[in-house]
């Protein structure tokens, strides 16, 4: 079974902090790597997507991939009221069925 | 941008009733899918589809079925909803193998069986 997990939080943070949110996941075939953000009562949508190892910017929003040590972050600079959600850790493998499995997700607050 | 749409926000159903979710995608996306979403469990895949008329079953595929009959339509039945369906469900689209393509969200239906 493969499985992607996630630290269970929830995480508060103040306004202009750096959040960091970490995945673990299970299938060393795994290829493709994906955050969502998903507010409250609204579904998950896409924020950040990372195939090779290393770091990949998006604004105030970084992930950082390890496949050797099987894992990914999320990092989000300057954080914001507005950042406060749940985020979702997704992990793909490439071949066979093709699912996404996800993480169970982590709760973040961001106070003013 | 994508637009995945669901046919209902809210649904309420009595126990035994079939029920029919709708999705549609405007993208041309190969892939369909549908979660449900329970807290503490997470998203759980119930079935999803590759092409016009073919379907795999996900992790959570009993009580339910589906059809696509059309590339852009994905359908979701519940024969005989139980109140253990009531949950949220989503409906995704990607373009093509999950593995380099992300899957696009609906709005979501919000399903009560009473």
């Given at each position: 079974?493969?499985?992607?997990?996630?630290?269970?939080?929830?995480?508060?943070?103040?306004?202009?902090?750096?959040?960091?949110?970490?995945?673990?996941?299970?299938?060393?075939?795994?290829?493709?790597?994906?955050?969502?953000?998903?507010?409250?009562?609204?579904?998950?949508?896409?924020?950040?997507?990372?195939?090779?190892?290393?770091?990949?910017?998006?604004?105030?929003?970084?992930?950082?991939?390890?496949?050797?040590?099987?894992?990914?972050?999320?990092?989000?600079?300057?954080?914001?009221?507005?950042?406060?959600?749940?985020?979702?850790?997704?992990?793909?493998?490439?071949?066979?069925?093709?699912?996404?499995?996800?993480?169970?997700?982590?709760?973040?607050?961001?106070?003013? | 941008?994508?637009?995945?749409?669901?046919?209902?926000?809210?649904?309420?159903?009595?126990?035994?009733?079939?029920?029919?979710?709708?999705?549609?995608?405007?993208?041309?996306?190969?892939?369909?899918?549908?979660?449900r979403q329970d807290p503490g469990l997470?998203?759980?895949?119930?079935?999803?589809?590759?092409?016009?008329?073919?379907?795999?079953?996900?992790?959570?595929?009993?009580?339910?079925?589906?059809?696509?009959?059309?590339?852009?339509?994905?359908?979701?039945?519940?024969?005989?909803?139980?109140?253990?369906?009531?949950s949220?469900?989503?409906?995704?689209?990607?373009?093509?193998?999950?593995?380099?393509?992300?899957?696009?969200?609906?709005?979501?239906?919000?399903?009560?069986?009473?």
């Amino acid at each position: 079974q493969k499985e992607v997990e996630q630290n269970s939080g929830p995480l508060s943070v103040p306004e202009g902090a750096i959040a960091s949110l970490n995945c673990t996941y299970s299938d060393r075939g795994s290829q493709s790597f994906f955050w969502y953000r998903q507010y409250s009562g609204k579904s998950p949508e896409l924020i950040m997507s990372i195939y090779s190892n290393g770091d990949k910017e998006d604004g105030r929003f970084t992930a950082q991939l390890n496949k050797a040590s099987q894992y990914v972050s999320l990092l989000i600079r300057d954080s914001q009221p507005s950042d406060s959600a749940t985020y979702l850790c997704a992990v793909a493998t490439q071949g066979g069925s093709e699912k996404l499995v996800f993480g169970k997700g982590m709760k973040l607050t961001v106070n003013p | 941008d994508v637009k995945v749409t669901q046919s209902s926000r809210y649904l309420v159903k009595r126990t035994g009733e079939k029920v029919f979710l709708e999705c549609v995608q405007d993208m041309d996306h190969e892939n369909m899918f549908w979660y449900r979403q329970d807290p503490g469990l997470g998203l759980r895949l119930i079935y999803f589809s590759y092409d016009v008329k073919m379907k795999e079953k996900g992790d959570i595929p009993e009580g339910y079925s589906v059809s696509r009959e059309k590339k852009e339509r994905f359908s979701l039945i519940l024969e005989s909803a139980s109140t253990n369906q009531t949950s949220m469900y989503l409906c995704a689209s990607s373009l093509r193998a999950t593995y380099n393509s992300p899957l696009h969200f609906g709005n979501g239906t919000r399903l009560t069986v009473t």
